[in-house]
């Protein structure tokens, strides 16, 4: 298995740009997350999806991030406009469902997007 | 809310020394687990703790779980260069985890 993929790897941008962010999770996991990782806040739980319908938002900082799961085997994570301090590494996780033994295993993360805003 | 607080933040030890890192979480919570990231990398599964006094070694590491103190340690023995990486622990609750906030591990010669 190739494990959790995400593209691109680096990303620069513009302020007030769009950026688009892509995970692949490892198939036949079923939950799905969004980190983010600074070197203020550690890291930060966006949002997460089981069975490709979001259960958890809560950690979405704000209206400009929004994110999809169109199918079990791909999610986005977009910015409009971005800002700044959306300077991060982006990190995607899948995982088992629980009753899958999700808890045995954990998640597992892939190699993470790295995102700076100019 | 949950929070995950682990010391040291920053452990510059030598080879051959041992050391412990803590990980204390302040809701009860039966699932901790341990994630290595080297610099500029992602994150790697270490350990899974599933029950109250849960140990699980593997080679220089060893990981336990106290869920009544709401602690698990990561006991480093006899140190090696190649453990030089940053550990995070992970608590899970309501269906997610919640990270620590890393302790960054220098083991120096």
């Known amino acids: 298995d190739a494990g959790v993929i995400q593209s691109p790897r680096h990303e620069v941008t513009e302020m007030g740009q769009e950026v688009t962010l892509r995970c692949k999770p490892i198939?036949?996991?079923?939950?799905l997350f969004w980190y983010r990782q600074t070197m203020m806040r550690g890291l930060e739980l966006l949002i997460y999806?089981?069975?490709?319908?979001?259960?958890?938002d809560s950690g979405m900082p704000e209206d400009r991030f929004s994110a999809k799961m169109p199918n079990a085997s791909f999610s986005t994570l977009k910015i409009q406009p971005s800002e700044p301090r959306d300077s991060a590494v982006y990190f995607c996780?899948?995982?088992?469902?629980?009753?899958?033994?999700?808890?045995?295993?954990?998640?597992?993360f892939g190699s993470g997007t790295r995102l700076t805003v100019v | 809310e949950l929070k995950v607080e682990q010391n040291p933040l920053f452990l510059s030890m030598q080879e051959g020394k041992n050391y412990t890192i803590y990980c204390n979480y302040s809701t009860t919570s039966d699932r901790l687990y341990w994630y290595r990231q080297d610099p500029g990398k992602s994150l790697e599964s270490l350990f899974v703790?599933?029950?109250?006094?849960a140990v699980k070694q593997e080679g220089r590491l060893m990981a336990s779980l106290d869920t009544k103190a709401r602690l698990s340690t990561l006991h480093i023995t006899a140190a090696v260069h190649d453990l030089s990486a940053t550990y995070f622990c992970?608590?899970?609750?309501?269906?997610?985890?919640?990270f620590g906030t890393g302790t960054r591990l220098q083991v120096t010669l």
């Open positions: 198939s036949g996991h079923n939950s």
């Open positions: 996780a899948s995982s088992l469902a629980v009753w899958q033994g999700a808890a045995s295993y954990g998640y597992t």
């Open positions: 992970a608590v899970f609750l309501v269906s997610k985890l919640t």
């Open positions: 999806f089981n069975n490709n319908v979001p259960i958890d």
């Open positions: 703790l599933l029950s109250n006094g």
